[in-house]
């Protein structure tokens, strides 16, 4: 078992920044594959990053591609989401997630937080 939870998420305006943390316990951080999903109203849940065990690998989906860093301290069991140049479409609830292995479908991922909403204004 592992427990999630996100934190960090808040009301910004278009070109600000965020920074969003995933404190996780549990279960071997350090061992886990960890990854970034978000979905707005009336939208499934999409892709935005994910990260290797050892944080030397990751992948971001192509919307948030230069403008998003994932990144990993497993010596505080925490994920980071750093969120630059936002968009109003990035408004969305935010969430990370435990998996096994490195991938970016939402269906390899067995261990969920509970979300944190970003809302940005144009």
């Known amino acids: 078992q592992v427990q999630l939870v996100e934190s960090g998420g808040g009301l910004v305006q278009t070109g600000d920044s965020l920074r969003l943390s995933c404190a996780a316990s549990g279960r071997a951080f350090s061992s886990s594959a960890m990854a970034w999903f978000r979905q707005a109203p009336g939208k499934k849940k999409d892709f935005v990053a994910t990260?290797?065990?050892?944080?030397?690998?990751?992948a971001y989906a192509d919307s948030v591609k230069g403008r998003f860093t994932v990144s990993r301290d497993n010596a505080k069991n925490t994920l980071y989401l750093q969120m630059n140049s936002l968009k109003p479409e990035d408004t969305a609830v935010y969430y990370c997630?435990?998996?096994?292995?490195?991938?970016?479908?939402?269906?390899?991922?067995?261990?969920w937080g509970q979300g944190t909403q970003v809302t940005v204004s144009s």
């Open positions: 997630a435990a998996s096994w292995i490195l991938a970016t479908s939402e269906n390899s991922y067995e261990y």
């Open positions: 990260i290797n065990p050892s944080g030397g690998r990751t």
